[in-house]
């Protein structure tokens, strides 16, 4: 009887944070693009999600009226890590065909080497998830009502997710309220909303405005003729608080990392994922070094602008 009135509850919970998400897209005028879709059956994975849109043409419905619509699935897992004694919980969403990157959690929520090693979401037993986030499995949501947002160390939507929102304005993912009703909405958009609301929302610190680091040293080689003036392979960064040894950062996005500890001596000791050394990706890239470099070189900064 207990596990019934705790279903009823949390679909009773569901309804009004869904309630008050509307009210607020009304009240702020955000005039977003939403449809709200109700299952002919429960589900639980992405892939019986994909069978009834296939069988009962869902998406074809809705692109009946909106030709320019595209549509995917927000997976959202709760990933749980040991700090100190205790049982932590960042909720993490992502595209329907990704794997939550546990070493982009890492980077971006600062874990140290033992803490990341205990990311885990397969040990997560129903009782504690229904507790932690108020749903149940197959209707895990960034859509949380606030209080909840107290157990969770945040809720991370993934890179890999926000850029094809971003590159998609059109394309509405389906977040679930419960197995059998979904919010359908643009990724991006939410998180923005969200973000407004909570500053537990967080995504890739590039898109953000700014990545958290600082350079502990500086190892630089000048060079020429290879379409950017200096190399940083080799230098040390600190990104939320951990440090790395850094690879030449991309142009694009990304620098390669290899993060360390240090012995009371302040040797550097690399990690190891099991024959080869520990790397991560950092969302910082070369433009945002060598604006660092040259702001705290003059000599430099002096000598690329004539």
């Given at each position: ?8 509850n949390t679909?009773?919970?569901e309804?009004?944070?869904l309630?008050?998400l509307l009210?607020?897209f ?5 005039n977003?693009?939403y449809?709200?879709?109700?299952y ?7 892939r019986?999600?994909f069978?009834?849109w ?12 909106h030709?320019e ?7 959202s897992?709760?990933?749980q ?7 932590q919980?960042?909720l ?5 065909s990704?794997k939550?990157?546990f070493?982009e959690l890492r ?5 140290s080497r033992?803490?990341a090693e205990s990311?885990?979401?397969k040990?997560i037993?129903e ?6 986030t108020?749903s ?6 960034p859509l949380?009502?606030e209080?909840k ?6 809720v991370?939507f993934t890179r890999?997710l926000?850029?094809?929102a971003?590159?998609n304005?059109?394309?509405l993912?389906?977040f679930p309220?419960t197995?059998q ?5 643009n990724?991006a958009t ?17 898109l953000?405005g ?10 630089v080689k000048?060079?020429?003729n290879?379409?950017?003036p200096?190399?940083f392979t ?5 990104f939320r608080?951990?440090e ?6 991309r142009?694009?996005?990304g ?12 040797a ?9 050394t520990?790397r991560?990706l950092?969302?910082i890239?070369?433009g945002v070094v ?5 702001h705290?070189?003059?000599d ?7």
């Amino acid at each position: 009887m207990k596990a019934v009135v705790e279903v009823e509850n949390t679909i009773a919970a569901e309804v009004r944070t869904l309630d008050s998400l509307l009210q607020e897209f009304e009240r702020q005028r955000l005039n977003l693009v939403y449809e709200i879709v109700d299952y002919p059956s429960e589900t639980i994975t992405c892939r019986e999600k994909f069978v009834l849109w296939e069988e009962h043409k869902i998406t074809e419905k809705i692109r009946s009226s909106h030709p320019e619509y595209r549509f995917d699935i927000a997976k959202s897992l709760l990933v749980q890590f040991q700090k100190g004694n205790q049982n932590q919980y960042i909720l993490a969403c992502t595209l329907s065909s990704k794997k939550v990157d546990f070493n982009e959690l890492r980077v971006e929520f600062g874990l140290s080497r033992e803490e990341a090693e205990s990311l885990a979401y397969k040990n997560i037993d129903e009782a504690d998830l229904l507790s932690i986030t108020g749903s149940r499995r197959g209707e895990i949501t960034p859509l949380l009502a606030e209080e909840k947002l107290d157990n969770l160390e945040g809720v991370y939507f993934t890179r890999d997710l926000m850029i094809d929102a971003m590159n998609n304005p059109t394309k509405l993912y389906d977040f679930p309220l419960t197995l059998q009703r979904s919010l359908f909405v643009n990724a991006a958009t939410v998180f923005y909303f969200l973000q407004r609301r909570n500053s537990k929302y967080t995504t890739s610190s590039d898109l953000q405005g700014g990545a958290p680091f600082e350079v502990i040293q500086w190892k630089v080689k000048k060079v020429t003729n290879a379409g950017y003036p200096y190399i940083f392979t080799g230098s040390e960064v600190s990104f939320r608080g951990q440090e790395y040894l850094i690879k030449n950062p991309r142009q694009d996005h990304g620098c390669i990392a290899l993060p360390f500890s240090r012995t009371k001596q302040g040797a550097k000791v690399f990690e190891n994922h099991g024959s080869k050394t520990q790397r991560v990706l950092l969302p910082i890239n070369y433009g945002v070094v060598l604006k660092s470099y040259l702001h705290t070189h003059l000599d430099a900064w002096i000598e690329n602008r004539i």
